[in-house]
């Protein structure tokens, strides 16, 4: 019984730490992408994605 115990709470510890990442790499997201970015550009490529205004999406339906 101790033993199924202790593999319960290892269990729910990986789960929270897991859950914990996830949470930290939703919530600091845009910094990290613009640290890719500037890795990127310091190795010369060029960054796979523009950040595009969402006006562009819309500009040729005033012609």
């Not at 890719?36 to 012609?63: F, H, I, M, Q, T």
Request: hydrophobic fraction near 45%; proline fraction near 2%; charge should be neutral.
């Amino acid at each position: 019984m101790k033993k199924f115990f202790a593999g319960v709470v290892k269990f729910l510890v990986v789960l929270g730490v897991v859950a914990g990442l996830a949470c930290a790499v939703i919530r600091y997201w845009d910094c990290i992408m613009d640290f890719v970015e500037r890795v990127k550009s310091l190795r010369g490529e060029k960054p796979c994605c523009r950040r595009a205004r969402e006006e562009d999406d819309y500009a040729d339906w005033d012609e």
